[in-house]
């Protein structure tokens, strides 16, 4: 069976040919960040050059949301500034083939229940660490969904309900708000505002909201004071955000994924395991690791939607 796996990412869009479980081909550009039909354009794009006139039983894309899968939408991404995109149908439309349409975190699930260590597991849970902060779930052996795709936006969860921090979406004290990629150099600049230790190059950067993600764990990783108080924090934030997802979901085992983790796990896993400790109860730390497909893990859930969809995703497919 062939298939072809979209992954629309914040940075970069990337699809896939994929014969059985394996890509035979992968192509990836940066995402536009101009308009949904620009996007919409560049996936055609995409998929010809990856199927290059091979047959293919059908599409499966897997997207940063919030979306709205029973119409088939991207509703509106903060880390685009554009939404209301018609991904499904239009893609349907162009190759006559089925669509399916879920979360990028939702796929990225449904790759390690499918393909990846979750396949003897009834309850496990995937959480992406990039650009902004995903979940996705599968509990009892069901992938869950909701009405409109968005029944597992945890990244949006209410980790202080005292704090202003804006989030992309509008709402403030969001977990995606302290930890996302894009979020972190406005939380850095924030805590440089309390810092009372000493002037570092990392207190330095912050202080002027420039302190990257990837600045931040190298001068950590470097024995920096203030950037390992902010790594600290992080971590704290998702310990905080990962104690909703448990009470949620009640997982057997969570697999984290993204650019932000997959490149930075010595300090981050660690570090959220110790934070936790503090906020499990009863309910104890079930196991953490990493993920199965590493940068692959969304394309890979694309892959598995398209060959083996779920029910909830396959009742709102395009059909030709």
Known sequence: ?????????????????????????????QTPRTSGDDLIMAIIGLIKEVSQGEDFNA???????PLDISRGLILYTPNLGYGNVRIRDSLG???????YLANDAMAGVWAEKVLGKGKDL????????????????????????????????LGHAVISFESDMPCGCGGVGHWEAF??????????????QLWSGSKTRAYELASRGELSPELLY????????FAAHVVDYINRAHAAGIMTLIAAY?????????????????LIRPGVIKHLQRYVGVFGVPRIERCSFG???????????AMSPPSSIARDAYRP
């Open 1 to 29: 069976m062939n298939v072809v796996a979209v992954d629309v990412g914040a940075t970069n869009l990337r699809a896939a040919l994929f014969s059985g479980t394996s890509p035979v081909r992968l192509r990836k550009v």
């Open 59 to 65: 599409i499966g894309v897997a997207s940063i949301g």
């Open 93 to 99: 439309e162009e190759f006559r083939r089925p669509v």
């Open 122 to 153: 009834n309850d496990l849970a995937y959480i992406t660490m990039s650009t902004g902060l995903g979940v996705g779930a599968v509990v009892d052996g069901n992938l869950l969904v909701g009405r409109r795709g968005n029944a597992h936006e």
């Open 179 to 192: 930890v996302g990629g894009k979020n972190i150099p406005r939380v850095a600049a924030r805590l440089a």
């Open 218 to 225: 190298s001068m950590a990783r470097e024995g920096d004071p």
């Open 250 to 266: 009640d997982p057997e085992a969570i697999f984290i994924g993204g650019s932000i983790y997959l490149y930075n796990e010595d």
């Open 295 to 305: 940068d692959d893990q969304v394309l890979e859930g694309a892959a598995a939607i």
